[in-house]
């Protein structure tokens, strides 16, 4: 946060018609936000141009943030009445941070200064300057004031900093290991997703191979499902404004809507589906349920849109379209803890068949002092985080307690995971809601022949499908398990000669649940395998004329080990393929 202030502090010195706006530290390092008509003269630069364009000076920048860090300045920090704070930015001409303190309450207003520079910060802060030995300025953007399109355009610069040159080294290979890993990039190479202006931004087309990479993940989750006892259910992608104004996503979520369809029908408006949960309470009110009938597990893998602004949108992981792989489970009080334990369960089975070894459990509940934005009583609010407490403590999970980050109808308990290269990703999540049953006046009939209101546990493991596979890209590069590839295998015949044995050996395979093509081009082996190498199969596979007369199959592994030649093995009963041994192993 202190080199914030230090950015601040280097570019009032070198601007002539500046607005600093505010800073912050984000996930990994940094940011500070500047009007983007802003201009400044560098003593070395005797024109004027816009921040944009100074990707080039950032080492001049960050030689004069070093330069301020050596001088061993203390943050001091001073508590100020919300009267003097206007008056000190009026006199300064600076109309953002007046806005921004007109927001912020009297008494909880503070400054930091550093050497001769004074802003409007929060904090914390180390105690001074001297112990950044490490800067590197990242980048710059454009985004809008407030995030209001509507308003002026600031320029974001970011950077992050470190006590050694070495932690710096060490973090700019892992952005370049980043980069090679962006699930853009690889979707594109692999064929997995694509975008297009005319279908809309933020609204992913799957192609074959990423459809089926989908696919098999949905299957996946199916099946654990069905052995938990969940039934699928199936719901529309558009709701009557009514529904959300029930379930209180409306005002919650109105603003973040896509505008809403209206009919011939007068007064009558739909909303493309912002949630799945407000359709799977009327599924339940739809059918009498008896206290012996709970739980009832709903499962589906809803789509759901949400207008995201054009410049929040990025790749797979912000879109305005998107499928969660939702369920809500209706319980009773008394089953809250064990059904909460047993989805926990189910993410952990998931976090494990995808190789998610490194991850840490956040307990989110409500801000301590601000609770006019959540739904529901005080008494089922505690009851919810109580349960998810106790719930966390009996399977020995090391969680952090957030405040602030509930939802707003209920408690959650959020996986955040790490990646191969320790990025932290959020994926599953698990809610306690006492309130929606309530907004739906759900109900079933107890032991006592009276009516109970029943409880909803909201959960997906993989939050969505579109980001769960972008971060499952970016975890392993690309190089999916064998039995999540979409193309597990691929066929290299030398000549066309040796297609129809290339087909005989897809078939044999396919029947075993193992598939992929036959690259038929008209190319030589060595680009063959190239290009295999590129789209990451695992499997590759080359057939020429001696495995054709002895009935084998080349096999070589993604990554350029060579298995060898194998024999296609055969059951007594039948022709068909058993197994092929690879070198001793097994698919």
Same mark, same amino acid.
């Given at each position: ?374 739904? @529901?009583?005080?008494?089922? *609010?505690?009851?919810? /985080? !109580?349960? $998810? &407490?106790?719930?966390?403590? =009996? +399977? ?81 590069? @690309?190089?999916?398990?064998? *039995?999540?590839?979409? /193309? !597990?295998? $691929? &066929?290299?015949?030398?000549? =066309? +000669? ?90």
């Amino acid at each position: 946060h202190r080199d914030l202030h230090r950015v601040d502090r280097r570019q009032r010195q070198m601007c002539i018609r500046d607005r600093i706006l505010g800073s912050g530290t984000i996930a990994i390092g940094f940011g500070s936000k500047f009007r983007a008509d802003s201009r400044y003269r560098d003593p070395e630069i005797i024109f004027l141009k816009p921040f944009h364009a100074f990707f080039d000076d950032f080492p001049k920048i960050e030689e004069k943030m070093l330069s301020l860090a050596r001088e061993k300045n203390n943050f001091i920090r001073k508590e100020i009445s919300k009267k003097d704070a206007l008056s000190f930015f009026n006199k300064q001409g600076d109309e953002y941070k007046v806005e921004l303190l007109n927001d912020l309450n009297d008494g909880n207003i503070t400054f930091y200064s550093q050497g001769n520079f004074t802003d409007l910060c929060k904090g914390p802060h180390i105690d001074n300057t001297s112990k950044i030995k490490a800067i590197k300025l990242l980048n710059v953007a454009g985004a809008y004031w407030k995030g209001d399109e509507k308003r002026k355009q600031m320029t974001r610069i970011y950077g992050v900093s470190f006590q050694k040159q070495k932690d710096l080294s060490a973090h700019l290979n892992m952005l370049e290991e980043a980069k090679k890993r962006d699930h853009r990039k690889i979707g594109k190479e692999m064929e997995l997703f694509t975008f297009s202006q005319k279908v809309g931004q933020g609204l992913p087309l799957w192609l074959p191979k990423g459809a089926q990479l989908r696919e098999k993940l949905e299957n996946f989750l199916k099946k654990a499902q069905l052995n938990a006892g969940y039934v699928p259910v199936i719901t529309p992608h558009i709701g009557n404004k009514d529904l959300y104004v029930c379930s209180g996503h409306y005002e919650k979520y109105g603003e973040d809507s896509f505008q809403p369809i209206k009919t011939p029908q007068e007064n009558e408006e739909f909303f493309l589906k912002p949630m799945n949960c407000p359709h799977h309470c009327e599924i339940y009110k739809s059918k009498q349920y008896s206290y012996k009938d709970l739980p009832v597990r709903f499962a589906e893998f809803g789509t759901v849109y949400r207008y995201e602004q054009s410049g929040e949108l990025h790749g797979l992981t912000r879109v305005r379209g998107f499928t969660q792989d939702d369920a809500h489970l209706f319980v009773r009080p008394d089953q809250v803890k064990d059904e909460f334990k047993n989805v926990i369960d189910l993410v952990l089975y998931i976090f494990r068949a995808l190789d998610f070894k490194d991850f840490k459990v956040q307990i989110s509940l409500r801000e301590k002092d601000n609770q006019s934005k959540y739904i @529901g009583s005080e008494e089922n *609010w505690e009851k919810a /985080e !109580q349960d $998810i &407490i106790e719930a966390t403590k =009996e +399977k020995n999970l090391n969680a952090v307690i957030e405040y602030g980050e509930a939802a707003f109808y209920g408690p959650k308990l959020d996986f955040m995971v790490k990646d191969a290269i320790g990025r932290e990703w959020q994926l599953g999540t698990i809610q306690v809601d006492y309130s929606l049953p309530e907004r739906f006046e759900l109900e079933y009939t107890g032991k006592d022949n009276n009516k109970h209101r029943p409880v909803m546990i909201h959960r997906a493991p993989f939050g969505s499908m579109e980001r769960f596979v972008a971060v499952l890209i970016e975890h392993c590069g @690309g190089n999916f398990p064998l *039995w999540l590839s979409p /193309e !597990q295998f $691929i &066929i290299l015949p030398i000549s =066309e +000669k040796f297609h129809e044995y290339a087909e005989n050996v897809r078939q044999l395979l396919k029947n075993y649940d193992i598939c992929g093509p036959i690259d038929r081009r008209a190319e030589t082996t060595g680009r063959k395998i190239r290009d295999a190498e590129i789209s990451k199969i695992p499997y590759i596979i080359v057939i020429g004329e001696r495995e054709e007369k002895e009935k084998k199959i080349t096999v070589r592994k993604h990554g350029g080990e060579n298995i060898g030649s194998c024999l296609l093995y055969t059951s007594d009963a039948a022709d068909d393929l058993l197994c092929v041994d690879l070198g001793g192993r097994r698919i």
